[in-house]
């Protein structure tokens, strides 16, 4: 329910400041936050079954063929992971890699969800608009990271494989 009535002119430049002041306001909560809530085994960054290991990303999306057009929003902070490419394959740096992938997954959802607050600025149409808005500039990059976060564990299960997981040798 609209609250704040403007014209069209002040409206615009309001919602336009508020994309921005949202979009950075869920990167530095997320930033914010220690890595531990980001870990790749909780349910919400663990990747689902139907996922089949990030390939429904590849096979319905041909995300391989647009992933690299995406910015990295990481360039924009000192502390800031880059994710574009990796050049270094230690396993800490790709088990950071997890860990920033969801922390990225989080910012971009938590970017998506306050789109209803523009219903209270403008008309009820251009609610709709906010929410397009905030799904085409965000699921994206939501996307990627669901799709690289299984590729990249997998690299790590081939290049460290856990003691655990080898089979036991008998004498």
């Known amino acids: 329910m609209q609250i704040l009535f403007l014209n069209d002119l002040l409206t615009f430049l309001l919602c336009f400041l508020l994309w921005g002041l949202l979009q950075l306001?869920?990167?530095?909560?997320?930033?914010?936050?220690?890595e531990q809530a980001f870990s790749p085994e909780r349910f919400f960054y663990r990747t689902h079954r139907w996922e089949r290991g990030g390939r429904i990303y590849e096979t319905l999306l041909r995300v391989k063929s647009w992933k690299h057009l995406l910015p990295d929003g990481a360039a924009a902070w000192k502390q800031g992971y880059r994710k574009r490419s990796l050049s270094d394959h230690s396993e800490a740096n790709l088990r950071r890699f997890l860990v920033e992938s969801a922390r990225g997954e989080l910012t971009h959802w938590l970017a998506i969800?306050?789109?209803?607050?523009f219903g209270l600025i403008a008309p009820p149409d251009v609610l709709w608009i906010?929410?397009?808005y905030a799904l085409a500039f965000n699921l994206p990059c939501i996307i990627v990271q669901r799709y690289n976060r299984p590729r990249v564990a997998a690299l790590i299960a081939r290049l460290y494989p856990s003691p655990a997981a080898e089979p036991a040798q008998s004498n």
Request: hydrophobic content about 70%; overall charge neutral.
């Open 25 to 34: 306001g869920a990167a530095l909560l997320c930033l914010s936050l220690p």
């Open 113 to 117: 969800a306050p789109f209803w607050l």
């Open 130 to 132: 906010m929410l397009a």
